[in-house]
């Protein structure tokens, strides 16, 4: 199996606080995590690319001191919204690529979190 | 990697087949074609890929067609809980470290009682 988490699957926050949210593989090792947002009615939107033990890489126009990411482990990557403002609420996505393609040349697949929706008052 | 390019909407009648077209008319020849689809306020659900093949799972069968510029997702019998947006995606499958999923506007598949 390839099951991805996400935590929390909801969150509601003042204005100014900052807000952390975990993506977690499961059942496999991730090596590169992504993190995604989405706006209501429109598509996935790329935000960083989160690789074990290194620094995320960023999205040109997506803050890097307002989006901290940590990969501090094969299975759990976090994404911390600081000071959020009521134009950050959005739906998060996070994904985790795992290694398939034993018996052949080997090749990467993204599966995909629940997404944790988020609203800053 | 390639643009794809998927109508905005389609309705379908529950039991139906659902038929969701997408043009690549850019794919190269190592790209893959990829559907996935989003129900709202979930993560997208990988559905299906494939190469220049054909291929059927549980879920639906893909049709790619000779020349690769285009495909069509099908869904044999629609249900309700298949209304979501569909997304149609070209890939390099065999690609390390930078992401290679590209979600554009999908179709807004919704399926009628």
């Known amino acids: 199996g390839a099951v991805v988490s996400q935590h929390p699957s909801w969150v509601i926050c003042k204005s100014g606080t900052s807000v952390k949210i975990e993506c977690r593989s499961l059942?496999?090792?991730?090596?590169?995590m992504f993190w995604y947002r989405q706006f209501p009615k429109q598509s996935l939107m790329l935000m960083a690319t989160s690789n074990e033990g290194s620094k995320a890489t960023y999205e040109q126009g997506v803050e890097k001191d307002k989006f901290l990411i940590n990969h501090a482990s094969l299975t759990l990557s976090t994404l911390t919204v600081t000071s959020a403002h009521p134009e950050d609420s959005s739906f998060y996505i996070c994904?985790?690529?795992?290694?398939?393609?034993?018996?052949?040349?080997?090749?990467?697949?993204?599966?995909f979190g629940p997404g944790t929706r988020l609203t800053v008052l | 990697d390639a643009k794809t390019t998927q109508p905005p909407s389609m309705d379908c009648a529950e039991g139906r087949a659902a038929n969701l077209p997408c043009n690549h008319s850019?794919?190269?020849?190592?790209?893959?074609v990829y559907w996935y689809r989003q129900i709202h306020s979930q993560g997208p659900q990988y559905i299906i890929h494939?190469?220049?093949n054909n291929e059927t799972n549980e879920m639906a069968s893909l049709i790619i067609t000779e020349d690769r510029k285009s495909s069509t997702l099908i869904l044999p019998h629609a249900t309700l809980r298949d209304t979501a947006v569909y997304y149609c995606?070209?890939?390099?499958?065999?690609?390390?470290?930078?992401?290679?999923?590209?979600f554009g506007t999908g179709t807004r598949l919704t399926v009628i009682p």
């Open positions: 494939g190469l220049k």
């Open positions: 994904s985790a690529t795992k290694q398939l393609g034993r018996a052949g040349p080997s090749y990467n697949e993204q599966f």
């Open positions: 059942d496999f090792q991730a090596t590169t």
């Open positions: 995606i070209v890939r390099l499958r065999y690609q390390t470290g930078a992401n290679n999923l590209f």
């Open positions: 850019t794919i190269s020849g190592n790209e893959y």
